[in-house]
């Protein structure tokens, strides 16, 4: 066998433990330069073992010879929820990226999920990424006896579960939201703050990590728990975000946490309304990072990954697929977090006296 012919095979040999891989990657890998990773690339594909895809390789089982792969479908459940809508949004951008087809099912409950399910199955979807609501512990811990009987693969999207999870077992992709809350109390800390509230929501599995997460990072950090964990109320109103204000005056607090931006945003004018300047008497880091910009204000926001978490379920689904449809050994279960970023704008500043 030529060097050209080893190396080939050895690449080859790589793309059987992952079945995707960027060319860069495959190059270190293989100590050749990229130059030579895609002259042997453009041979395999030539020869119908693999297909290139804008800077990355894809195997292809041996049986398809020098034919196209066919254009596979996938679905994706998830529920009314702007944040998963996204991940959806992104998701389906990502396989039609690679010719795919993509659907999607509305899910608010397990029924809804087990007819959801078979409507999929009965499309010829070959895996589907699920991304639940989960309002509750109670529906968090609920049986999906739908998902038991599937054979095909399925990610958990945008949901973490713990090891005891019956979902466990799944390949999932989701924001590291712990990560994000230690970055937001990162800048506020850095700025001089030490009386920080927050309002956090309670009806997704994400909010309620965040408001645990709050409480023990102000013990990490020797700081004073003004109050627990404010409720974020349904309605951005005067009348429902009143408590919110009332809390920041009576505590002396000097910056909040905010979850989510659009809380925040609707926030900050009953805020001065009470005679609180932002950022000069009160700091505010909102929570997602979804809404534009106000033009006399931008909000610092905590902002985890949604389009990539969609980009990650299609590439993590379709990574299981292939394998096993090339007949060899599955995948190890992936977790994948992806880490939040901290976005500084203007709504955040030095403390200020307590007043």
Request: net charge positive; with cysteine; charged share 25%.
């Amino acid at each position: 066998m030529s060097l050209a012919e080893d190396r080939r095979a050895r690449l080859l040999r790589s793309l059987t433990r992952t079945g995707t891989a960027r060319l860069a990657d495959l190059a270190a890998e293989l100590d050749v330069s990229i130059a030579t990773v895609r002259r042997d690339a453009e041979t395999l594909h030539r020869r119908g073992r693999l297909v290139r895809r804008h800077g990355a390789v894809e195997l292809l089982p041996q049986s398809a010879g020098r034919r196209s792969p066919r254009p596979a479908t996938i679905g994706m459940m998830h529920s009314d929820n702007r944040y998963l809508a996204l991940i959806a949004h992104a998701a389906r951008r990502e396989a039609e990226r690679r010719d795919h087809r993509f659907l999607i099912e509305p899910v608010e409950s397990q029924d809804d999920a087990a007819r959801a399910a078979e409507r999929l199955v009965a499309a010829g979807c070959i895996g589907m990424i699920y991304a639940p609501q989960w309002r509750s512990e109670a529906e968090t811990a609920e049986p999906t006896p739908w998902l038991d009987r599937l054979e095909l693969p399925v990610v958990l999207g945008g949901r973490d579960v713990d090891a005891d999870h019956h979902l466990f077992r799944l390949d999932s992709v989701i924001a590291d939201h712990a990560y994000g809350m230690r970055l937001g109390l990162d800048h506020l800390q850095s700025l001089g703050h030490r009386r920080i509230v927050a309002t956090i929501h309670d009806e997704s599995p994400p909010g309620r990590l965040l408001r645990t997460y709050f409480v023990d990072q102000l013990r990490r950090r020797d700081l004073p728990q003004l109050t627990p964990p404010l409720l974020t109320p349904p309605e951005r109103t005067a009348a429902a975000l009143a408590p919110i204000v009332d809390a920041m005056i009576t505590t002396r607090a000097t910056a909040i946490v905010v979850h989510t931006d659009s809380t925040a945003q609707a926030l900050v004018p009953r805020l001065r309304a009470a005679g609180l300047r932002v950022p000069a008497d009160v700091s505010v880091v909102a929570y997602d990072d979804i809404v534009a910009p106000e033009v006399d204000l931008a909000l610092t926001s905590i902002s985890p990954a949604k389009h990539e978490l969609g980009i990650e379920a299609v590439s993590l689904l379709l990574r299981r697929h292939r394998l096993t449809r090339a007949g060899l050994d599955p995948p190890p279960v992936a977790h994948v977090r992806l880490l939040p970023v901290l976005v500084v704008r203007t709504s955040t500043g030095p403390a200020g006296r307590l007043r």
